[in-house]
């Protein structure tokens, strides 16, 4: 009884610490060009998250990166803008682990109310698409392929020269709604769902984990609906 109290005063301790965060996507004001440069005018009324480091065991540097949200009647976006000295990136085909690469994920889960099903979205610094169905946070379903997503990265160096400088690089993504609707329709605005946004960064043995919503694990484990972050629809576009 003891032990099961002091694991629940650290749980709510934890949580006291790293609270769910919550992000206003806004509509976009106008078309995305899926080209890698969130430079269209839609974004500059997005704001941005900042991922955070949350396993100090890790060694690979700590590089920065933020994402920003959009939705319209046809699509989820999401950009990813990542700082980055050395951009490395091996794998080009459909469902290849990409996440051995740096790369950038969103894990989605259109209905909050289960956390036993979600997609996963993992995306390399040459945009090839890892996807898939995950189940019980335990099983990737990767034959599951999401239909129409475009995506496409810019890159501010040199893929894969190892020893120069690079700057960084970044990923813009659009994912139609149509691939949700199992699970729900088309947000309307006041919907929320949740997801968890990550990057994977540097080389062996030198990598780095960072995510939006610290999932309060002991070890680099990004798997964790419970703690996926609320993003919460709105019409407003200022
Ligand atoms: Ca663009
Ligand atoms: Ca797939």
Sequence with gaps: MRILLSVLILGALLSAEAPIPRYEVKRATGRIVIDGTPDEKAWESASRMEFVFPWDTQTGARQKTTARLLWDDDNLYVAYE???????????????????????????????SQTGVYFGLEMNARAVLYDYLMADARYAFKRFNMQGVKLATSIRGTLNMRGDEDKGWSLEVAIPWVNFEELAKRPVPGDVWTANLNRWDGVEPHRRLSMWSDPLQPQPHPHVPARFGQLVFVQDSK
């Design 82 to 112: 990542c700082d980055d000295t050395d951009i490395v990136a091996l794998h080009t085909e459909r469902d290849d682990p990409t996440y051995l690469d740096d790369a950038v994920e969103i894990f989605i889960n259109p209905k909050p």
